[in-house]
Nanobody
Framework: QVQLEESGGGLAEAGGSLRLSCAAS????????MGWFRQAPGKEREFVAA????????YYADSVKGRFTISKGSAENTIYLQMNSLKPEDTAVYYC????????????????WGQGTQVTVSS
């Protein structure tokens, strides 16, 4: 079973920065990319960003493009999400997924989910 450990969430002021980390115990067989989703109170879970297994290609939701940067860590199956220029609307629980694919309905997490890490941005 793939285990994912997330960290880095917390409280930030608008315009500030946070860096999230996700470490998976192993690669989900057949997976193409890892990445992040988030779910705000009263909202549906939405795609945030993904990075391919090689770390050479990245994908972002329009809402975070230009502000967030996803990257592959030096350790295998480890990814980071650098969040800059944070906005109150970024407040959500952020979840890491070990296998993200793009399809007709958009990006979806097909792998294991992390427990989530809370990000709160104050104004």
């Amino acid at each position: 079973q793939v285990q994912l450990e997330e960290s880095g969430g917390g409280l930030a002021e608008a315009g500030g920065s946070l860096r999230l980390s996700c470490a998976a115990s192993e690669r989900t067989p057949g997976s193409y990319a890892m990445g992040w989703f988030r779910q705000a109170p009263g909202k549906e879970r939405e795609f945030v960003a993904a990075v391919t297994r090689s770390g050479r290609s990245t994908y972002y939701a329009d809402s975070v493009k230009g502000r967030f940067t996803i990257s592959k860590g030096s350790a295998e199956n480890t990814i980071y999400l650098q969040m800059n220029s944070l906005k109150p609307e970024d407040t959500a629980v952020y979840y890491c997924n070990s296998a993200i694919y793009g399809g007709a309905s958009g990006y979806e997490g097909r792998g294991s989910w992390g427990q989530g890490t809370q990000v709160t941005v104050s104004s």
